[in-house]
Protein backbone atom coordinates (compact mmCIF):
# COMPACT_ATOMS: atom_id res chain seq x y z
CA UNK A 1 0.00 0.00 0.00
CA UNK A 2 1.48 3.49 -0.73
CA UNK A 3 0.94 5.55 1.92
CA UNK A 4 1.72 8.70 -0.23
CA UNK A 5 4.69 9.97 2.03
CA UNK A 6 7.09 10.25 -0.47
CA UNK A 7 8.35 13.92 0.05
CA UNK A 8 6.62 14.71 2.68
CA UNK A 9 8.61 16.99 5.23
CA UNK A 10 8.14 15.19 9.26
CA UNK A 11 9.60 15.89 12.65
CA UNK A 12 9.86 13.68 15.10
CA UNK A 13 11.12 14.86 18.55
CA UNK A 14 12.43 11.97 21.09
CA UNK A 15 13.97 10.39 17.81
CA UNK A 16 17.61 9.12 18.73
CA UNK A 17 16.24 5.78 20.41
CA UNK A 18 13.96 3.95 20.99
CA UNK A 19 10.28 4.63 19.73
CA UNK A 20 11.06 7.70 18.17
CA UNK A 21 13.96 6.15 16.16
CA UNK A 22 12.02 3.53 14.82
CA UNK A 23 9.29 6.13 13.96
CA UNK A 24 11.78 8.12 11.58
CA UNK A 25 13.39 5.17 9.83
CA UNK A 26 9.97 4.21 9.27
CA UNK A 27 9.29 7.64 7.64
CA UNK A 28 12.08 7.59 5.94
CA UNK A 29 11.94 4.36 4.53
CA UNK A 30 8.82 5.64 3.34
CA UNK A 31 10.39 8.62 1.05
CA UNK A 32 9.72 11.14 3.70
CA UNK A 33 12.36 13.65 4.95
CA UNK A 34 12.80 13.58 8.13
CA UNK A 35 14.19 15.95 11.29
CA UNK A 36 15.14 14.38 14.03
CA UNK A 37 16.09 15.83 17.69
CA UNK A 38 17.55 14.58 20.87
CA UNK A 39 19.02 16.22 24.47
CA UNK A 40 22.22 14.01 23.82
CA UNK A 41 24.59 15.35 21.28
CA UNK A 42 26.43 11.64 21.05
CA UNK A 43 22.61 10.21 20.34
CA UNK A 44 21.84 12.48 17.92
CA UNK A 45 24.82 11.94 15.85
CA UNK A 46 24.72 8.02 16.14
CA UNK A 47 21.26 7.78 14.80
CA UNK A 48 21.79 10.32 12.62
CA UNK A 49 24.73 7.80 10.95
CA UNK A 50 21.79 5.23 11.36
CA UNK A 51 19.02 6.83 9.12
CA UNK A 52 21.06 8.95 6.75
CA UNK A 53 22.38 5.41 4.93
CA UNK A 54 17.99 5.29 4.69
CA UNK A 55 17.30 8.36 3.16
CA UNK A 56 17.13 12.30 3.51
CA UNK A 57 17.36 12.83 7.44
CA UNK A 58 18.37 16.31 9.26
CA UNK A 59 19.07 16.62 12.59
CA UNK A 60 19.25 19.26 15.94
CA UNK A 61 20.04 19.47 19.24
CA UNK A 62 16.98 20.06 21.23
CA UNK A 63 14.80 19.76 24.42
CA UNK A 64 11.52 20.53 23.92
CA UNK A 65 11.16 21.78 27.55
CA UNK A 66 12.42 24.72 25.78
CA UNK A 67 10.68 27.25 23.67
CA UNK A 68 13.40 29.13 21.99
CA UNK A 69 14.65 25.18 21.13
CA UNK A 70 11.20 23.89 19.81
CA UNK A 71 10.79 27.31 17.43
CA UNK A 72 14.76 25.55 16.45
CA UNK A 73 13.02 22.48 15.69
CA UNK A 74 11.08 23.69 13.25
CA UNK A 75 12.97 26.48 11.70
CA UNK A 76 15.10 23.51 10.86
CA UNK A 77 12.85 21.35 8.83
CA UNK A 78 11.92 24.45 6.89
CA UNK A 79 15.22 26.03 6.61
CA UNK A 80 16.22 22.15 5.25
CA UNK A 81 13.21 21.85 2.96
CA UNK A 82 11.02 24.45 2.85
CA UNK A 83 7.65 23.68 4.51
CA UNK A 84 6.52 21.10 6.94
CA UNK A 85 3.61 18.67 6.79
CA UNK A 86 3.88 16.16 9.84
CA UNK A 87 4.71 16.35 13.62
CA UNK A 88 5.48 13.46 15.96
CA UNK A 89 5.36 14.38 19.31
CA UNK A 90 7.47 11.53 21.17
CA UNK A 91 9.53 13.32 23.57
CA UNK A 92 9.40 12.47 27.21
CA UNK A 93 9.64 9.48 29.31
CA UNK A 94 7.44 7.37 32.70
CA UNK A 95 7.14 9.62 35.62
CA UNK A 96 6.57 6.40 38.12
CA UNK A 97 5.73 7.03 41.88
CA UNK A 98 2.93 7.34 44.16
CA UNK A 99 2.02 10.60 45.98
CA UNK A 100 4.25 10.96 48.52
CA UNK A 101 7.24 9.89 46.32
CA UNK A 102 7.13 12.29 43.59
CA UNK A 103 7.78 16.33 43.81
CA UNK A 104 5.90 19.13 42.20
CA UNK A 105 8.75 20.16 40.56
CA UNK A 106 8.94 16.20 39.48
CA UNK A 107 5.08 17.19 37.86
CA UNK A 108 5.73 20.37 36.28
CA UNK A 109 8.97 18.96 34.87
CA UNK A 110 7.00 16.39 33.13
CA UNK A 111 4.12 18.73 32.30
CA UNK A 112 6.15 21.24 30.56
CA UNK A 113 8.14 18.33 28.48
CA UNK A 114 5.13 16.13 27.48
CA UNK A 115 2.49 19.15 27.50
CA UNK A 116 3.47 22.56 26.67
CA UNK A 117 6.42 21.20 24.28
CA UNK A 118 4.14 20.12 22.22
CA UNK A 119 1.80 22.89 22.98
CA UNK A 120 4.77 24.91 21.41
CA UNK A 121 5.39 22.31 18.52
CA UNK A 122 2.07 22.83 17.10
CA UNK A 123 1.84 26.55 17.72
CA UNK A 124 5.29 27.32 15.51
CA UNK A 125 3.86 24.08 12.67
CA UNK A 126 0.51 24.89 12.50
CA UNK A 127 1.35 27.98 10.19
CA UNK A 128 3.47 26.78 8.10
CA UNK A 129 1.04 23.15 7.77
CA UNK A 130 -1.56 25.73 7.04
CA UNK A 131 0.43 27.33 3.66
CA UNK A 132 0.81 23.73 2.52
CA UNK A 133 -2.57 22.85 2.46
CA UNK A 134 -3.02 20.57 5.60
CA UNK A 135 -0.99 18.53 7.61
CA UNK A 136 -0.71 15.95 10.70
CA UNK A 137 0.25 16.67 13.64
CA UNK A 138 0.34 12.99 16.14
CA UNK A 139 1.23 12.57 19.62
CA UNK A 140 2.55 9.04 21.19
CA UNK A 141 0.84 8.95 24.67
CA UNK A 142 1.34 6.40 27.35
CA UNK A 143 -0.91 3.99 28.94
CA UNK A 144 -1.10 5.94 32.34
CA UNK A 145 -3.28 8.47 29.96
CA UNK A 146 -6.50 5.77 30.24
CA UNK A 147 -4.88 3.24 32.84
CA UNK A 148 -4.55 5.47 35.76
CA UNK A 149 -3.13 4.48 38.83
CA UNK A 150 -1.71 4.96 42.32
CA UNK A 151 2.15 4.09 40.82
CA UNK A 152 1.99 6.45 37.80
CA UNK A 153 -0.33 9.65 39.70
CA UNK A 154 2.03 12.17 37.82
CA UNK A 155 1.88 10.27 34.43
CA UNK A 156 -1.51 9.84 34.90
CA UNK A 157 -2.48 13.59 35.03
CA UNK A 158 -0.16 14.78 32.46
CA UNK A 159 -1.11 12.03 30.15
CA UNK A 160 -4.67 12.47 30.28
CA UNK A 161 -3.60 15.98 29.53
CA UNK A 162 -1.98 15.61 26.39
CA UNK A 163 -5.46 13.74 25.06
CA UNK A 164 -7.46 16.63 26.04
CA UNK A 165 -5.10 18.40 24.13
CA UNK A 166 -4.94 16.25 21.10
CA UNK A 167 -8.90 16.39 20.94
CA UNK A 168 -8.97 20.37 21.46
CA UNK A 169 -6.55 20.76 19.13
CA UNK A 170 -7.91 18.44 16.64
CA UNK A 171 -11.01 20.75 16.90
CA UNK A 172 -8.99 23.96 16.34
CA UNK A 173 -6.92 23.02 12.91
CA UNK A 174 -9.07 20.45 11.51
CA UNK A 175 -10.98 23.28 9.28
CA UNK A 176 -7.30 23.78 8.36
CA UNK A 177 -6.79 20.37 7.00
CA UNK A 178 -4.69 19.43 9.94
CA UNK A 179 -5.44 16.80 11.18
CA UNK A 180 -4.26 15.86 14.91
CA UNK A 181 -4.69 12.10 16.71
CA UNK A 182 -2.46 9.96 19.29
CA UNK A 183 -0.41 6.88 19.27
CA UNK A 184 -1.39 5.46 22.29
CA UNK A 185 1.67 2.26 23.40
CA UNK A 186 1.56 -0.18 25.88
CA UNK A 187 3.71 -2.99 26.97
CA UNK A 188 6.70 -2.23 23.85
CA UNK A 189 9.96 -3.24 24.87
CA UNK A 190 12.31 -0.39 24.47
CA UNK A 191 15.17 1.40 26.37
CA UNK A 192 11.98 3.28 28.51
CA UNK A 193 11.47 -0.25 29.73
CA UNK A 194 14.50 -1.71 30.15
CA UNK A 195 14.07 -0.86 33.99
CA UNK A 196 11.03 -1.01 34.09
CA UNK A 197 8.89 -1.90 37.26
CA UNK A 198 5.67 -3.19 36.77
CA UNK A 199 2.53 -2.31 39.44
CA UNK A 200 1.71 -5.25 41.92
CA UNK A 201 5.22 -7.12 40.30
CA UNK A 202 5.96 -10.81 41.09
CA UNK A 203 8.85 -11.45 39.41
CA UNK A 204 11.29 -9.56 41.59
CA UNK A 205 15.00 -10.83 40.91
CA UNK A 206 14.67 -12.01 37.64
CA UNK A 207 15.88 -11.03 34.34
CA UNK A 208 13.57 -8.67 32.03
CA UNK A 209 12.92 -11.64 30.07
CA UNK A 210 11.79 -13.97 32.50
CA UNK A 211 9.45 -11.24 33.86
CA UNK A 212 8.08 -10.14 30.55
CA UNK A 213 7.42 -13.73 30.15
CA UNK A 214 4.84 -13.41 32.87
CA UNK A 215 3.70 -9.90 32.21
CA UNK A 216 3.15 -11.12 28.32
CA UNK A 217 0.34 -13.11 30.18
CA UNK A 218 -1.67 -9.90 30.67
CA UNK A 219 -2.02 -8.71 27.03
CA UNK A 220 -4.22 -11.24 24.94
CA UNK A 221 -1.47 -11.64 22.10
CA UNK A 222 0.68 -13.23 24.94
CA UNK A 223 4.30 -11.08 23.75
CA UNK A 224 4.98 -7.62 24.12
CA UNK A 225 5.21 -5.41 21.07
CA UNK A 226 8.09 -3.86 19.41
CA UNK A 227 8.80 -0.11 18.27
CA UNK A 228 8.35 -1.16 14.77
CA UNK A 229 4.62 -1.66 15.53
CA UNK A 230 4.52 1.97 17.39
CA UNK A 231 6.52 3.32 14.21
CA UNK A 232 3.66 1.61 11.40
CA UNK A 233 0.94 2.89 13.52
CA UNK A 234 2.34 6.12 12.85
CA UNK A 235 3.12 6.29 9.67
CA UNK A 236 -0.93 5.17 8.89
CA UNK A 237 -1.21 8.23 10.56
CA UNK A 238 0.58 9.87 9.08
CA UNK A 239 -0.03 9.16 5.55
CA UNK A 240 -3.29 9.59 3.07
CA UNK A 241 -4.64 6.61 4.05
CA UNK A 242 -5.69 8.35 7.13
CA UNK A 243 -7.25 11.75 5.53
CA UNK A 244 -10.96 11.21 7.75
CA UNK A 245 -9.62 10.23 10.95
CA UNK A 246 -8.96 13.31 13.47
CA UNK A 247 -9.14 13.70 17.31
CA UNK A 248 -8.59 10.04 17.91
CA UNK A 249 -6.70 8.16 19.84
CA UNK A 250 -5.38 4.24 18.39
CA UNK A 251 -4.08 1.85 20.77
CA UNK A 252 -1.28 -0.19 19.89
CA UNK A 253 -0.88 -2.45 22.79
CA UNK A 254 -1.84 -6.01 21.65
CA UNK A 255 -4.98 -4.75 23.56
CA UNK A 256 -3.48 -4.62 26.87
CA UNK A 257 -5.23 -1.72 27.35
CA UNK A 258 -8.98 -3.08 28.61
CA UNK A 259 -11.28 0.19 28.57
CA UNK A 260 -14.00 0.67 26.83
CA UNK A 261 -13.41 4.68 25.48
Given at each position: ????L?????????????????????????????????????????????????????????H????????????????????????????????????????T??????????V???????????????????G???????Q???V???Q?????????????????????L???G??V?????????????A?L??????????????????????????????????????????????G?????N??V??????MI?
Amino acid sequence: MDLGLKDKIAIVTGATSGIGLAIARRLIEEGARVVICGREQSKLDQALRELSALGDVTGTLAHVDEPADVARIIETAVSAYSGLDIVISNAGTHLRGRLAEVSTDQVAAHFRTKVLGPWELARHAAPHMRARGGGRFIMVIGQAGKVPGRQVLGSAVVNAAQHAFVKSLADDLGRFGILVNAVCPSRIESPLTADLVIDEEQYLGRSLEQQQSGWGATVPLGRWGKPEDIADAVAFMASERAGYICGANIDVDGGHQRMIF
